[in-house]
Each structure stands twice: as C-alpha cells, then as structure tokens.
C-alpha cells in the first residue's frame, strides 16, 4: 500500500491563479479531510468527506473547493489564490470515524507558496 | 467557539528527564480526545481517549483524560532525543470535525 500520497509536494502561485491539490489513498478508508498548518498554528481543517459523495466544511473553507467522486480521490481546489492561503497543506484518511475508533493517516503534504 | 489549547508552547529537557504535557478544552459536542506527535513532515497519531480516568499507555507515552475538569495530559517518562518533536492534542467532535490545538513543540538535550 502506497498509503496517503498528495502531489504536488511543493507549489508557487501567483495571486489569482487557481489550481488544484491531489489527494488519493489506496487503504479504501471512507473518511477523508484537508487541513492547513501555519507556523505557530495547529492544523485547522478546511473540508472533509465521509464517504464518496459527501462533503462538509471545516473550520476554514473559504476559498476552497472539494468533491469527492471516488473513495480514493479527494482534490482540493484553490478557486482564486491568495497570499494568505501560502500553508503547508496535508490530507488525511482514515478507514471509520477519527472521531471515534479509527486511526486517522497523514499525506506527506504540499508546501504552497502565494506571491 | 470551540477552543483546544496545549501548554506550555514549547518545553526543553535533558535526556532521561519526564514531561508532562496539558490540554484544556472547551468543544461544543465533546466525543474523543486525540494526541499526535509530529516530527518532520506528517502528524502520526498516538492516543484516542473517550473515557474519564482510564489511562492508555504506549511504552513510555501514557495520556489520560479529565472529562470534568476538561483537560488531558500526556506523559514522556525517560525521555530520549527521538522524542524531540511537535506534539498536537486535537479534540473530536460528533459532527466528525476534529479541532487541534497549537501543539508544544518539545525539544530534548542530549
């Protein structure tokens, strides 16, 4: 198993550019989600999804689009970028709830830079 | 709003010291608390707590939760430089969102 994998691992944007994060894991785990680290910050989720199908937004998803049309794919689409979206963004999966009784798996992230 | 805040920030110890580590919460919708240590790169997870007083231990690593009081500890007895690292507690939620705290980046002399 390949596990978590995100691409690209690094990215720079002009202000207003779009484009979108890849995000795909071959453990067929139902729950998947984004999170964005700042420097000093935790991670604060920006969309997740328990299922093919469904999503829902987290604490900070303006400016961020998701859909998750497969159970391996969950791509993450900068509509408009901004400098304030330069993060470190990593994906998650896990096979249940993290909530509640399942280990939740970390992506090795993108490093996203806005100018 | 939901807050989760770890202290202290960041900690330095010598090898073969013992640290404790805090977590307070204040989450509407309370269903489990999560530890993750984070070295290099990606978070890997540690501890889910669900349960008051029952403590859950992993070799040197042990965390337990206060469900009344709302805070969790997380212990490192004996510690040793590969424990030097970010560690996150993050509070589920039973909508499935999960809320991390900043972290306490710790930090072990040799």
């Known amino acids: 198993n390949a596990g978590v994998t995100q691409t690209p691992k690094f990215q720079v944007l002009k202000t207003g550019q779009s484009m979108t994060l890849q995000c795909a894991q071959d453990m067929n785990h139902e729950y998947m989600s984004w999170y964005r680290q700042d420097p000093g910050m935790g991670l604060r989720l920006i969309h997740y999804?328990?299922?093919?199908?469904?999503?829902d937004q987290g604490e900070v998803p303006n400016g961020y689009n998701v859909s998750r049309s497969t159970t391996e794919d969950f791509p993450l689409r900068l509509l408009s970028a901004a400098p304030s979206q330069t993060s470190v963004y990593f994906c998650?999966?896990?096979?249940?709830?993290?909530?509640?009784?399942?280990?939740?798996?970390f992506g090795p992230g993108t490093r996203l830079t806005v100018l | 709003e939901d807050k989760v805040v770890q202290s202290p920030l960041s900690l330095v110890v010598h090898e073969g010291d013992t640290v404790t580590l805090n977590c307070s919460y204040e989450?509407?919708?309370?269903?489990?608390l999560l530890w993750y240590k984070q070295e290099k790169k990606a978070p890997t997870f540690l501890f889910m707590l669900t349960s008051s007083g029952i403590e859950k231990k992993s070799g040197r690593l042990s965390s337990i939760l206060d469900k009344k009081e709302l805070f969790s500890i997380l212990n490192i007895t004996a510690t040793q430089t590969g424990d030097s690292a970010i560690y996150l507690c993050a509070v589920g939620r039973r909508d499935d969102k999960i809320i991390f705290g900043k972290g306490t980046r710790l930090h072990i002399l040799p």
């Open positions: 998650a999966s896990s096979l249940g709830l993290p909530t509640l009784t399942d280990t939740q798996y």
């Open positions: 999804s328990v299922g093919a199908g469904i999503t």
């Open positions: 989450v509407t919708n309370f269903r489990s």
